[in-house]
């Protein structure tokens, strides 16, 4: 079984900053897919802000089991309606993983219902990745820490939910912490969300922030078929009812109605 | 200390509907602010659709300690703008109390991030409520369980996140079970969803029903002062980090510069 | 890879009950072993109060990456050092299936900190298990819910934690509900605690039954290498902290001294 | 309505230390039932290891509203009976509030299953703990974040369940992190986990700690009365049934008779 996975980047600054597009000619999505394609059983494209429907079609999405997800000044571009068709395939099942600056997205936000914010510097400082469970699949091939020379800075208050699973904490040379690793069921779908990831550093480089995306990939996949009516909420008729039981009472609705949404 | 309640409605069924009318014939959102300012410590307001932005101004919402909001065939009508400052407010500290149908309201729906789907039927069927955790501060002077002689059904799969906590666990006479006390917190504000409340029975009229929601405001209720800039997401420059760094490595950013959201 | 699994009984009903022998001649671990040993990639043996170390010498736990355990009356027999023993094994990685009345057992107990109390009736009533993720792995292959026609009653509430997901809850035609199947993590081992099963009714002869055990093996275990000093506090002295730092101020400890426990 | 803490300490290295002698002459629970004192509505007592039933009688216990615990070389002496004492007096709604080292305390480690291990060093580093929900009810009247200029290290992986919230999480000099506030809901009771306090540092002379251990207190205070027989698993006979049903299938119990456990 072949994990359909799709790098999806706003592919921005790679265009626009000589530092980034030093560090990630083709793009961070290119990196990304190029390291998932080395792992058996993982197969990874690609799809950038600028192409038709951001390069994610309703047939192309059906077709993905799992979405990473990096965005950073183009959020505000992102078009509401494929923001809608992202979150509902998270409901259906498709496994989606969020990256570092991707906590200002838009499907992350619609996901979390928070407004997902935090603290942040740019400094270049040194970052250390700390695993709060060490038997966590998504952590499997890494040591109990992860240190980055060059990071930069995202500190608590993070503004999500409390996830399912706390992953990893962030240690910061500049004195704050950050909960870098977090996982969440939404649906029928798994989301992480993992910090590293600015663009002015190699990580993706990094042979143990690829561990970890590729470890994420497996986990986030949810082999089950799509739920595909996950957002349906249908009527059971009287005759329908598990136990049998006779209409009582006042009515709003006539027999076979529709609900209201 | 006052807990400034407000009672949200959108008015429609008990004016187009004699069975609804007939219960509520001020309105389902004047029932429950009745029975909740006769408790000690709370003032219950009410706003509705129909009022210029929806009886929701700013000013009003931030005025406002604890939200509580039915909704149900007019769910589309609710402006986005206006559901954006609810969820805000939320974030900021604002209790939610989200009420039956309300489960498919704009704003649950914004702030759980999930379809908020479930099945339904309108039988008129016996329900009984069980009290998950008995010492729940929302389920005091409630005995083990709270029996509806008439109801509609809700049945799981109910599509939201876990909760923070499963208060009610309901039993229908048709044979289904459904979550129907559940709690969230989401930034500084605190959310109880309660299923009861279907606008053809004299559910808000059940004094243990009452006891619940006066209960759940007390419960919902976030003494600290608004946590207003929620959703910013501050630089912290390098001369203010908490320890002393050097700037190193690349940089997207200016000093001082904004960032991208 | 296989998963080797074993099955503990305290195999007391089977032997001094007739209804319960007739059901289950070899004892209820017979067969679910038996069941068990039917799919790819399980291998299942079983274990018995009566054996010497109740069947689970240490060597023996070691091999096992998930156990599944039944038991009822004799719960007071099960030595504390074989608790403590499984409790380890669990914290190091192995998965546990909890069956039925094994929600008083004293493994159960030690790993939950709660009371694991609940309400009971033994009427052969109807139970109906609703799945509240359908996408769950562990109900897989199983429709929107499971019927029996005779079960024991457990109902609310149930004195457990907040689980990590409710995976079914049950509906009794007495008029109870139940949260029948839970998942909760604690160390890097899997704990997933089943509902019915009481030993007067065919209910492991029942196939979506052993379709939702046979999944709750594969979702219990744990690739992953025992974290064998997972109980363990090591010290991390001056000279090995990930930052340079000296010692400072006062000192209870002497250099390399072992912590206190 | 006065709430009734009780400030439990081993009471040891107090008399045994001279650098914990000076910090504390009277002890820490003494140190700690003083600034609780001078709280309005509360009223703080305390208890040592080398009393009668280490000071814990039930008649104390069932008068106890919050207990806070401070324990580290003595873990091993407090009596198991006492043990399940505390653990079903949190169950019945009793607050409990672990201090730093009682991490390892028999009391936590039985409330939450797990092995409660840490890293640890005693290097007087800095510490800075950041307030996660900073209108979580524990940080109020504290910033941002509470510098500690000396403290002990604790690294994660701390091996606690997944906490209902994660309230702070601590920077260290040395490079670790750790989540130094956690609560837990067990049964009626609350429990905060509130990681500062080495007995060779005035920790707890420290204005910001006496804060967050006064906010504890009263968020640890369930007002509702003790859920007395949290533990019980009640028969609920055929005649007594929600629903009217009639007794089915074979039986293992005679009517009326108790449970096993």
Chains 1, 2, 3, 4 share one sequence.
């Not at 080395?38 to 079609?57: C, D, K, N, Q, V």
């Not at 999500?160 to 910061?172: G, N």
């Not at 497996?218 to 009527?235: H, K, L, Q, T």
Request: hydrophobic share 40%; glycine share 10%; charged share 25%.
């Amino acid at each position: 079984m072949t994990i359909r996975t799709l790098v999806w980047n706003e592919f921005f600054h790679e265009q626009h900053n000589d530092v980034v597009r030093n560090l990630y000619p083709d793009g961070i999505h290119a990196a990304i897919a190029g390291f998932l394609n080395r792992e058996e059983g993982i197969s990874a494209e690609t799809a950038t802000l600028p192409e038709a429907e951001h390069g994610l079609p309703q047939a192309r999405l059906d077709a993905t089991d799992v979405l990473l997800w990096w965005g950073h000044k183009m959020h505000g571009d992102v078009e509401d309606a494929i923001v809608d068709r992202v979150a509902e395939r998270v409901h259906q099942g498709m496994g989606l993983i969020v990256l570092h600056s991707g906590h200002f997205s838009k499907p992350f936000k619609r996901l979390m219902g928070t407004p997902c914010s935090l603290r942040w510097r740019e400094a270049g400082e040194r970052e250390r990745l700390w695993a709060v469970n060490r038997s966590h699949p998504i952590v499997q091939g890494v040591g109990h820490s992860i240190e980055l020379p060059n990071a930069e800075m995202y500190g608590e208050p993070f503004l999500v939910p409390e996830p399912m699973e706390t992953v990893f904490i962030s240690w910061f040379e500049g004195g704050e912490v950050f909960r870098s690793g977090l996982t969440y069921q939404r649906g029928a779908g798994k989301i992480f969300y993992f910090r590293p990831g600015h663009e002015t550093y190699p990580i993706y480089h990094n042979p143990e922030i690829q561990r970890v995306l590729v470890n994420a990939v497996r986990w986030a996949y949810n082999p089950v078929a799509a739920w595909s009516d996950v957002s349906a909420a249908p009527n059971v008729p009287v005759e329908k009812a598990p136990e049998k039981i006779q209409q009582k009472g006042g009515s709003l609705h006539k027999p076979g109605e529709e609900g209201y949404r």
